[in-house]
């Protein structure tokens, strides 16, 4: 009987523990609302960079992760570059990593190895690729997902005072889901 007793007032506790909690919560909430949203950024901001990595040249609020294969599948492709006549690239992924081959014929016929790649997502959605070589320089890659036959692509530079410029963003499209004429482009 003891036993019964201790444990209803052991659950009439808790009740009253859970409900002054919620009450306590609503009135932080009415009584220090700034208090309250700046907790709340701070938790979401948190949220939002688990498993992020720091990477040289982001812009301020930038925050990368690892891109997973499923990110990068629709780039396997044969890629033209209106602006540079001639000028290909190829990419795929192969064992969940991306993999990116360029062609072209100027000064001479030219066919590049398949570089190896890191690929990052940005809170932005900026799909950034970096080559294990450090001879090549990095693309940041801007798409539209319903878009899948074209995009953009530049590359970043810092500054001597650590700020970040982009470089001039060139137009990228699918060799054969796209066509061009003189003046403008259209993919399937």
């Not at 036993?3 to 919560?25: H, L, M, T």
């Not at 993999?99 to 900026?126: D, I, L």
């Amino acid at each position: 009987m003891a036993d019964e007793q201790r444990s209803a007032d052991r659950r009439k506790r808790n009740w009253i523990v859970a409900a002054a909690s919620v009450v306590s919560a609503f009135v932080a909430v009415l009584a220090f609302p700034a208090q309250v949203e700046q907790v709340y950024k701070w938790f979401s901001a948190k949220y939002e960079s688990w498993g992020s990595v720091d990477l040289p040249g982001s812009y301020p609020g930038e925050i990368w992760k690892v891109a997973t294969s499923d990110q990068l599948a629709w780039l396997e492709d044969e890629w033209c570059y209106p602006t540079i006549p001639g000028f290909k690239s190829r990419f795929r992924v192969v064992d969940g990593v991306l993999e990116r081959q360029n062609a072209g014929n100027m000064p001479k016929p030219f066919t590049t190895e398949w570089w190896k790649t890191k690929t990052y997502m940005s809170n932005n959605g900026v799909l950034r690729i970096w080559y294990e070589s450090a001879d090549l320089p990095g693309n940041y890659v801007f798409f539209t997902p319903g878009k899948s036959a074209e995009w953009h692509e530049n590359e970043r530079y810092t500054n001597d005072d650590g700020s970040v410029r982009s470089g001039k963003k060139r137009l990228v499209l699918s060799c054969k889901r796209c066509t061009v004429s003189d003046y403008t482009y259209s993919c399937e």
